[in-house]
């Protein structure tokens, strides 16, 4: 068992007072037989009457009320897990999973439909060229085995970047600059795995990168696939690797932009700036 400890910090500055909408907050650990929380708290300036509950991906979700005008919001959190996600390997794939091509069974089709979505045609057409270099149509391989040679596909041949603006680069657009950020890696991973025919969500989260405990750091994401058998399986083509016990998930959607750790909004006539700080540390 491994122990983390996690302080996010975010702050948006006005150039003006505003009036705060409701904001929605994705910052709480999903806890699991491979994780536990051991402690966390939740600070958010100015006062705000904050709601919990978990959306349809069974997120922890804070929705924070403000009744104060301001010229700064202050969300800090602080979270002490216990991983045990610490043999991510050791997992049964069904027997009718091992390799790949396979078809998910007729009630795992009805309730995985929403991650199995295809792109566009344009994008579908360019994905299958890529996957062309890494598998070929007709040959037999070991379902894991196609997944990593996709993870590691893109930790080699693209570059990576840190992007502070928002949003999310498409797939076509990633493969065309050759670069992109964790969340974009995550994304085209998770497209191309659907035009596999397989079922993958976006995850964000946070990494421990040991060599950089010291420094301030930010969120990260990568992108499971639904294992028969196995059930949800981490793939981070960021580090080109299985998900392991140095990844710890927060939120889970079926959509890359779904799950910002804040979003809300504001009124009044003001331009803001956003600062963050994220500090992952083994404890």
Known sequence: MKRFKIVHRTYYNYTDTVTLGEQHLLLRPREGHDLRIESFSLNISPDAKVYWHRDVEGNSVAIANFTAPTQQLTVESEVVVQQYNEAPLDFIVADYAIYYPFSYSQDDQFLLSPYRVLPDQKTRQLLNNWIFKVWKSGEQ????????????????????????????????????????????????????????????????????????????????AWAEVYLPGGGWKGFDPTIGDIVGSDHIPVAVARLAESVPPISGSYAGNADSELDVGVWVSAC
């Open 141 to 220: 391989v070991q379902t894991y085995t196609l997944l990593q040679r996709l993870t590691t596909a893109i930790y080699t041949t693209l570059i990576y970047n840190v992007r502070e603006e928002p949003g999310v680069q498409s797939a076509e657009e990633t493969l065309r600059l050759g670069s992109g950020s964790c969340r974009d890696f995550a994304l085209l991973f998770m497209e191309a795995v659907r035009c596999l025919g397989l079922a993958s969500r976006f995850v964000s989260g946070y990494l421990h990168a040991p060599l950089m405990a010291s420094q301030v750091g930010s969120t990260h």
